[in-house]
């Protein structure tokens, strides 16, 4: 029988057996530099989450702080992420300072449906971007404060979301951000309950 090389939770060094489920919060990512850290609420070594992993989850950036639960394995360069399995908003995050959106409650913006929908663009400097919901014309709108609240940090064109869309001043807005991923997950988990 083979040794077990735990580590703080971690199991042994064998790649196709050796992995645990933890949870914990991205200490930073850099979509740019396609990788970042995760610290577990057991402490321990940092983790490496690279952005293709996060790419299976669906989603190809991750706000700094959001929680997240993961599958990790130990290798010789240390314990790495090779799936995500949740990503939750950072909790105590400050609520969108937009006008449109000061005054909304919860369960109104709850009550709106989710719809899927695309990045057209996002520019993660000026803070905004646009999306389509599919099978409508119109574009909508996603500010930077909104994807913070939903645990994103930046989004890529074509990349699939699900999106609360309400009224603005303006037109059509986000009210609320989920990668399309995390939408599928509670659906299935919900059908099997």
Known sequence: ???????????????????????????????????????????????????????????????????????VQETDRGVQAVEVTAIHPPEGGSPARLPDVNGLDSDTLHAVPLEPARVKWFDKAKGFGFANVFGKPEDVFVHIEILRQSGLSDLQPGEALALRVIDGSRGKMAGEVQAWETVLSKSSDTQHD
């Not at 990788?35 to 983790?47: C, L, Q, R, W």
């Not at 996060?54 to 989603?59: E, S």
Request: aromatic content about 8%; hydrophobic content about 45%; proline content about 4%.
């Open 1 to 71: 029988m083979a040794e077990d090389k735990s580590i703080e939770g971690f199991a042994g060094s064998d790649p196709v057996h050796a992995r645990s489920e933890v949870a914990g919060v991205v200490k930073w990512f850099d979509p740019i530099k396609g990788f970042g850290f995760v610290v577990t609420e057991a402490g321990g070594p940092d983790i490496l989450l690279h952005v293709n992993v996060l790419r299976n989850f669906g989603q190809s950036s991750v706000a700094d702080g959001a929680g997240i639960c993961l599958l």
